[in-house]
Structure formats: structure tokens, C-alpha cells
């Protein structure tokens, strides 16, 4: 089958948004992975004119820092981008986890209460009928298989993202993190590195394009994802950008990426 295949904007600061989308679409892309912050976006309706007029829907939007974070300007500032991301009628809505504790190693407990708040999250966001997302990552507060198996224990309605490269990184088998997870999943991102070394602990890799050094066997996951009955968006993450590079500059690079996972079988 072909999936829906999504572009991730994560590297976007301050983009004129009509030409970089417009470059996503000759691209190929379905549409748009958006990190970008309300007070740049403006209203969704807005934005959503804007994407409509192009044929590039927003899939995802994310939220800014983690549901654990108690602070209420935080919680807030969080809500009205669950707010926007139910007015433009994304896909889901991806947050990852926060930092790991100061001066001692992260407990049971605080993955346990990560969980919880995550899941408070979830419940504001089904008033809209709009799903919650969990991105794994590296470096952050859940940053082993251990502790991701843990959280995933203790988050009842929130759901997953798996990007199968943070996986990998850990020692998980991608392929077998999407059967194992396949319950919990709702987005799928694909990234690539060259290289990886460690820095005190920290994972420090070099992020190429999805293909352009095949870390993983990317080919192997679409067989997984229809096995599993997997059918909505796959998002691919562009590497390193070069210096002084733009939103429109990087979307027009970007149809490498996306010919390589249509050949791929996404």
C-alpha cells in the first residue's frame, strides 16, 4: 500500500509559509509535519486556507516542551496548541518527554508521573476527538528500551510515535518496536545518521536524510507497518541542513528523500 507521507519541518524558523509549502508539494509530499509557534502561525484559519490552497495538509503539530512540566503558563501556553491543533484537524498531536532530573538518574516514579501528565494531556485533547503522540527520543527523561517499555506500561490514553532511527539507537529492532508497540502507535517517523558517537552518556548522532546512509533498513519497515494494519502518516526528517539554508531551499532538497521511501515500498 502507500502510506501518506509527511515532511517534517523541524529545522523551519520563520518560514514564509506559502512558498515552502508550495516546494513541499512539487516535492511530492501529502503533507507537513509543523513545529512553529503560534504567535508566527497565526490563526488557524489561517493557516489552514493557506494549506488547502496548496493540497498540503498540516498532519501533525507539536507541543512546546513536556506534559510534566507542572508550571501553569506552561500548561496553558500547551493547551491552546492542542487549541489550534484540533481547529486544523491534524492527525494527532506529538510531544516528547522532558529533560532528564538534575544531579541523580531518573527513577521509576518520575516515568511514572511523566506518564500521568501525559495522559491529562490526552484528556483535554479528546473534548476534540484528537489524539496525543509520544515521540521517543534519545537524550531525554525515557532514554533507554527499560524505561520506554515502563512509560508505555503507564500511559493509558495517550498514544506513540515511533521514530524507528531513536529505536534503533537504543538497541531496540525497529521492525520489532513496531509489532511489539503496534496497539499504541498512531505516527511513525524515519530518520537516518551516518555516524553516532557517545558524549557522557548523550547520544550525539549525525542526522543524514532518510537513505542517504541507510543506518537502518528502511525497506524492511512498510511490510511491518501493513502487516500490523498500520495505515496512516509516515514522516520523513531531513538531516544536517548546510549553512545559511532556507525553508524553500531545504523542501526543494527534499525531493530526494521522498523519491528514495516511495522506492522504498512507503
Known amino acids: ?30 503533507g507537513w509535519e509543523c513545529r512553529l509557534p503560534l504567535d508566527w502561525l497565526g490563526p488557524a484559519g489561517r493557516v489552514r486556507k493557506i494549506c488547502d490552497a496548496i493540497d498540503m495538509p498540516m498532519a501533525v503539530y507539536t507541543a512546546q516542551g513536556s506534559p510534566e512540566i507542572p508550571d501553569r503558563e506552561h500548561q496553558e501556553r500547551n493547551k491552546r496548541r492542542i487549541d489550534f491543533a484540533a481547529e486544523m484537524g491534524v492527525d494527532c498531536f506529538m510531544y516528547m518527554s522532558g529533560r532528564k532530573p538534575e544531579g541523580r538518574p531518573v527513577n ?15 484528556d483535554y485533547a479528546a473534548q476534540y476527538d484528537l489524539e496525543l503522540s509520544y515521540h521517543i527520543h534519545t537524550n531525554l527523561m525515557v532514554d533507554s528500551v527499560d524505561d520506554w517499555k515502563l512509560y508505555m506500561q503507564n500511559l493509558h490514553k495517550a498514544k506513540l510515535c515511533i521514530d524507528v532511527s531513536h529505536a534503533h ?21 524515519l530518520q537516518d545518521y551516518s555516524s ?23 525497506p524492511s519497515f512498510p511490510g511491518v507497518l501493513e502487516d500490523i494494519g498500520y495505515n496512516r ?34
Open 1 to 30: 500500500m502507500a502510506f501518506k507521507l509527511g515532511y517534517c519541518a523541524l529545522r523551519w524558523k520563520n518560514p514564509d509559509l506559502e512558498p515552502a509549502l508550495e516546494a513541499l508539494k512539487e516535492a511530492g509530499w501529502d
Open 108 to 122: 521509576e516514579d518520575d516515568i511514572k508521573k511523566a506518564a500521568a501528565a501525559a495522559d491529562d494531556w490526552a
Open 169 to 189: 539507537l537504543w538497541g531496540y529492532d525497529a521492525a520489532e518496536s513496531l509489532r511489539d508497540f503496534k496497539d499504541q502507535l498512531n505516527y511513525v517517523h
Open 196 to 218: 553516532n558517537t557517545m558524549e557522557d552518556g548523550r547520544y550525539v548522532p549525525d542526522w543524514v536524510a532518510v537513505g542517504e546512509a541507510e543506518a537502518l533498513d528502511f
Open 233 to 266: 502518516w509516515v514522516t520523513g526528517c531531513p538531516g544536517a541542513p548546510p549553512e545559511g539554508d532556507d525553508p524553500v531551499s531545504e523542501a526543494k532538497r527534499s525531493g530526494k528523500m521522498y523519491e528514495y521511501m516511495r522506492g522504498a515500498g512507503y
